[in-house]
């Protein structure tokens, strides 16, 4: 695998705070048992008018054309700015999947809620906070500019072509990112580690480990 | 260094700190259900990996479910091919691998979160974790318990880990006693509206005071239950007495297990001078019954106040969906549907509190549908021994099998377009219960209130 070291491309822009997990992909399409194929269900509520079915393709649907990434300039779209907690509500990791699927590879926001900004590093998305005036500087250079940024992993700075902007986010997080790296393999050459450890535990607090 | 609950918590399943500056927690509880698993296990049988420990996960098909099933219901009676497939894969990943499982067509069924305290699986002192934003809901007992994304149920499987790093303290202190017809979900609903649903990111949040002591574990697991929608993925109470009660009653431990436990219990709470880095002090007798009138669960006032019109865009694009005019009142508008249920209020405790209210009355001939969904089938059958199910029957109430139900649009109970519903849920986010179907949260009692009355009212 190849290490992804910069993110470049169009960024598009919701104004709202508070974007919840469940309009970034509603719970209709949670009933699949795969772990792809949600990007043309990305923000269906508000990217179609009529109500969608796990399965449908997006030329079956009714195209709300006022939504952002229907436009074609924003059809490509690799970064999303938004402004406060988005993500918030259920921990669907469908929700990064969906941004995935459709192309979005960084998020920009206030604030993240807590289980959809763990999940982002799981599956390649780079959720990246910024404070309240950054992200309104942001919006007026982009909302409706339809032009890019880049964004550089190993140096944390975004390129508005204007200005750089540099951003803190864990390296141990970054690097799953940037390596593609997959937890269950890590942790699992802590074996012995977490053995004696239950082992202990066991002892001390047998009812834990209690079954009917 | 005196130390909070959660700080306890945290040290006692601290198994190492990694060289990423991360840690890996043990984590001692696993719930499963249908829809955040099979990614999961797919991902287990790409590494041909086994589960790490069979007896720690537990697993129960709740958000998919039809809540019209009558007897002698399987897995392939439902309808829906795509759910019946999710519930399916659930039958065979628990076969697979061993894990125990209460199916379908099993009396313990529920929603994930209401049978694993009742049936005794939810222990104080435990790390619980499940593919569920609302696993928060076992803070109730003391239990660090979080909701985790699918790539984390994957590793939890197959290492009994977590790799995270610690979270912030938070506690909020709720005392005084409540006004009549106020309960914990207007409590929690309250809080959510003063600190907002991002008030607590990045901290587990302990619930203290006078009124959390006084209160039962039922109304404390609504509490804990949306601790998730003010932004904090932990809630949590101390355990007390209450606890240790519920627990006797509710519990597979033996004697001497039991008895050990209990002296652990004991110590569980925070040291009286542990440091927070938030707290809130909250006097809950002012507080009237909430009801949400928006799209978010901070969106939420007192039950007769007038409904924010200030111009800020976020409540513009809210009062727009929620089809809300200027100057209008929670009590102006005509609701449609009535849903009794979910994993915040689908407890024995919340049916008996709308029962009381619905009790020799008829539902209003202006809502459409008014269902209660128990949580489980131990929660229903209680109900049917205590003769709800009866008050609820002739009052016009349809009375379902256990679920998930009308929480989600996930299975056939949704809403229509635009419908209106008084919800004991705890997400009026858009489409939440349907493609554009509306909804207001609010407490059993006022659900009831509503099923009788077309709208909301005073309970006093």
């Known amino acids: 695998m190849t290490n992804i070291n910069s993110i470049k491309g169009i960024v598009a822009s919701i104004d709202r705070d508070n974007i919840d997990t469940d309009q970034i992909i509603p719970t209709e399409y949670l009933k699949s048992i795969k772990k792809f194929g949600f990007g043309e269900y990305l923000f269906d509520g508000w990217r179609f008018h009529d109500q969608g079915k796990l399965g449908m393709s997006i030329d079956q649907r009714d195209l709300n054309h006022d939504f952002i990434l229907n436009k074609e300039t924003y059809a490509n779209s690799s970064v999303l700015l938004t402004r406060d907690n988005f993500g918030c509500g259920s921990s669907r990791e469908h929700a990064v999947w969906a941004l995935r699927d459709f192309g979005i590879k960084a998020v920009i926001a206030s604030s993240f809620g807590d289980i959809f900004y763990n999940n982002c590093f799981k599956n390649g998305v780079l959720p990246i906070v910024l404070n309240k005036d950054q992200i309104q500087d942001l919006f007026l250079q982009y909302e409706n500019s339809g032009s ?40 699992l050459k802590h074996k012995d580690l977490i053995k004696r450890f239950e082992e202990e535990r066991m002892k001390a607090k047998p009812w834990i480990f209690a079954h009917d | 260094m005196p130390r909070t609950l959660y700080d306890k918590l945290w040290d006692e399943h601290h198994v190492s700190k990694l060289d990423s500056g991360e840690s890996l927690l043990y984590i001692d509880r696993h719930f499963i259900h249908e829809v955040t698993s099979p990614q999961a296990f797919e991902g287990l049988q790409k590494k041909n990996i086994k589960p790490w420990r069979l007896e720690a996960n537990i697993a129960t098909p709740d958000h998919n479910v039809p809540t019209e099933r009558g007897d002698a219901f399987s897995t392939q009676h439902i309808d829906d091919e795509i759910s019946r497939i999710q519930v399916v894969e659930l039958d065979k990943n628990c076969n697979k691998f061993g894990i125990k499982q209460f199916d379908i067509s099993s009396s313990h069924q529920g929603i994930v979160h209401v049978i694993g305290p009742e049936l005794g699986y939810t222990i104080p002192g435990m790390t619980i974790v499940c593919g569920d934003s609302h696993t928060s809901t076992h803070g109730a007992f003391g239990c660090l318990a979080m909701g985790i994304g699918t790539s984390e149920v994957e590793h939890v499987l197959a290492t009994q880990t977590l790799k995270i790093s610690k979270l912030k303290n938070m506690n909020v202190v709720f005392n005084g006693s409540t006004m009549p017809g106020v309960t914990s979900k207007d409590i929690i609903l309250y809080l959510i509206k003063k600190i907002g649903t991002a008030g607590g990111n990045g901290h587990a949040i302990e619930f203290s005071g006078n009124y959390i002591e006084s209160i039962s574990m039922e109304a404390r697991m609504t509490i804990c239950n949306m601790a998730i929608e003010a932004g904090a993925k932990v809630g949590l109470v101390a355990p007390d007495e209450t606890t240790i009660e519920y627990v006797k009653r509710h519990t597979f431990l033996d004697e001497q297990n039991l008895n050990n436990a209990i002296d652990y219990w004991h110590n569980l709470k925070s040291d009286t001078d542990a440091l927070f880095d938030k707290e809130i002090v909250i006097d809950v007798s002012k507080i009237k019954p909430q009801v949400t009138w928006g799209t978010s669960p901070e969106m939420a006032i007192d039950y007769d106040e007038l409904i924010p019109s200030n111009d800020s865009k976020n409540l513009m694009l809210a009062r727009d969906y929620m089809g809300i005019d200027n100057s209008q009142k929670l009590s102006d508008l005509q609701f449609d549907k009535v849903f009794i249920g979910s994993c915040t209020n689908s407890r024995i405790e919340d049916l008996r509190d709308a029962a009381k209210v619905v009790d020799g009355k008829k539902v209003s001939s202006s809502i459409k549908e008014a269902i209660v969904v128990p949580g489980s089938g131990t929660v229903k059958s209680i109900a049917e021994s205590e003769g709800l199910d009866i008050i609820f029957k002739e009052a016009g109430f349809i009375w379902r099998d256990p679920g998930c139900s009308m929480c989600l649009g996930m299975n056939p109970d949704q809403l229509e377009p635009y419908e209106r519903c008084a919800s004991t849920s705890n997400r009026n986010f858009e489409g939440r219960q349907g493609n554009l179907g509306r909804t207001h949260l609010m407490s059993p009692a006022m659900a009831a209130y509503v099923a009788v009355n077309g709208t909301v009212g005073d309970l006093s």
Do not use: C, H, P, W
């Not at chain 1, 072509?161 to 937890?183: A, T």
């Open chain 1, 148 to 187: 890019d940024m880049a964004i550089n992993l190993e140096t944390k700075l975004i390129d508005t072509g204007n200005n750089q902007i540099s951003f803190n986010v864990d390296d141990n997080l970054l690097e799953r990112i940037i390596y593609g790296l997959d937890d269950v393999d890590i942790t």
